[in-house]
């Protein structure tokens, strides 16, 4: 999420001047947060819209700050990637998503996103290995989610046939915001797209989203990818989304992230429902 890295730094800005010395703050800050295991994950639900139960989850990380409270994302990854904090914090990501799940009543699918860094910079295949052998998840449980800024060079492109073949699914994450959606599309044979939320969020009111919506509903079933449409909010749109064919849906009227405790209550009820 390029486009919010600005906001990266504003944590630590209240009694430090020196955009630098604010920048070196929050990377310690999150150095210390990463050893003394305050970062935690969230887990969103995803729902089945034909069959009306959950699919998965999707794990989505908290900075869980002694002090300033929760801390979302967007505030502290781009951080991590300029530090390279997202190396080590990645893997603890991947390994912690997987055996959460191993621990859920239900064996759904867990979806976890990559930094376009962690794959610049790391042996991501290796990664996801170790964290499937370490968890014991089933490669098919696990659904590996990256943006268009993800540059797909062939050495990349070949990390992802290599997971591909060992089970693992990927997924092309807020698809339509890029410049390039189309032609990225083109160069890798993904398992899903995941609708961005603004057509969701837009598609009740503008005849233009739900076309956009449609068209790349369409598209995904041609290419033999299935989609998620995210930021899920009204049943007006779920019912919208149903008639246009999407596979699953994720977003507040279905449930907010919530943490491991919560989660696995919520897949033991929805088990029973
Ligand atoms: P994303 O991958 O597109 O994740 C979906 C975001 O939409 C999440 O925000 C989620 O809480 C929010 N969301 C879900 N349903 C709704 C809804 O109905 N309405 C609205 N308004 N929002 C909804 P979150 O958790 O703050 O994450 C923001 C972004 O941070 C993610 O966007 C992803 O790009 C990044 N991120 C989150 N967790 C991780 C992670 O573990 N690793 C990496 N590399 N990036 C992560
Ligand atoms: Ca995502
Ligand atoms: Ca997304
Ligand atoms: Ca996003």
């Given at each position: 999420?390029?486009?919010?890295?600005?906001?990266?730094y504003?944590l630590?800005?209240?009694?430090?001047?020196?955009?630098?010395?604010?920048?070196?703050a929050?990377?310690?800050?999150?150095?210390?947060?990463h050893?003394?295991?305050?970062?935690?994950?969230?887990?969103?639900p995803?729902?089945?819209?034909?069959?009306?139960?959950?699919?998965?989850?999707?794990?989505?990380?908290?900075w869980?700050?002694?002090?300033k409270?929760?801390?979302?994302p967007?505030?502290?990854?781009?951080?991590?990637?300029e530090?390279?904090?997202i190396?080590?914090?990645?893997?603890w990501?991947?390994?912690?998503?997987?055996r959460?799940a191993?621990?859920?009543?239900?064996p759904?699918?867990?979806?976890?996103n990559?930094?376009?860094?962690?794959?610049?910079?790391?042996?991501?295949?290796?990664?996801v290995?170790?964290?499937l052998?370490?968890?014991?998840?089933?490669?098919?449980?696990?659904?590996?989610?990256?943006?268009?800024?993800?540059?797909?060079t062939?050495?990349?492109?070949?990390?992802?046939?290599?997971?591909?073949?060992?089970?693992v699914?990927?997924?092309l994450?807020?698809f339509?915001?890029?410049?390039?959606?189309?032609?990225?599309?083109?160069?890798?044979?993904?398992?899903?797209?995941k609708i961005?939320?603004?057509?969701?969020?837009?598609?009740m009111?503008s005849?233009?989203?739900?076309?956009?919506?449609?068209?790349?509903?369409?598209?995904a079933?041609?290419?033999?990818m299935?989609?998620?449409?995210?930021g899920?909010?009204t049943e007006?749109q779920?019912?919208?989304?149903r008639?246009?064919?999407?596979?699953?849906?994720?977003?507040y009227l279905?449930?907010?992230?919530m943490?491991r405790?919560?989660?696995?209550?919520?897949i033991a009820?929805?088990?029973?429902?």
């Amino acid at each position: 999420a390029k486009s919010d890295s600005d906001s990266g730094y504003r944590l630590y800005d209240a009694n430090l001047k020196d955009p630098r010395a604010e920048r070196r703050a929050l990377e310690g800050a999150l150095r210390s947060a990463h050893e003394n295991r305050e970062l935690e994950l969230f887990y969103q639900p995803i729902l089945d819209i034909a069959t009306n139960r959950m699919w998965g989850c999707e794990a989505l990380v908290r900075w869980k700050h002694p002090t300033k409270g929760m801390i979302l994302p967007l505030q502290f990854i781009t951080a991590a990637e300029e530090s390279g904090l997202i190396g080590p914090i990645g893997d603890w990501i991947l390994e912690e998503a997987c055996r959460t799940a191993m621990t859920w009543p239900l064996p759904l699918a867990v979806a976890v996103n990559l930094s376009p860094v962690q794959f610049r910079s790391r042996d991501v295949f290796a990664s996801v290995r170790q964290a499937l052998d370490a968890s014991g998840l089933p490669a098919r449980r696990l659904i590996l989610e990256i943006t268009e800024s993800v540059r797909l060079t062939e050495e990349a492109t070949a990390t992802l046939r290599r997971l591909k073949a060992l089970g693992v699914s990927i997924a092309l994450d807020d698809f339509g915001t890029g410049y390039a959606s189309m032609s990225y599309l083109s160069s890798f044979p993904f398992d899903k797209i995941k609708i961005d939320q603004s057509f969701v969020r837009a598609m009740m009111d503008s005849p233009d989203s739900r076309a956009i919506i449609k068209a790349t509903i369409s598209l995904a079933n041609d290419l033999k990818m299935s989609t998620t449409a995210e930021g899920v909010e009204t049943e007006e749109q779920l019912a919208a989304l149903r008639q246009a064919g999407a596979s699953q849906a994720q977003g507040y009227l279905i449930a907010k992230p919530m943490p491991r405790d919560a989660i696995a209550a919520f897949i033991a009820e929805a088990q029973n429902a």
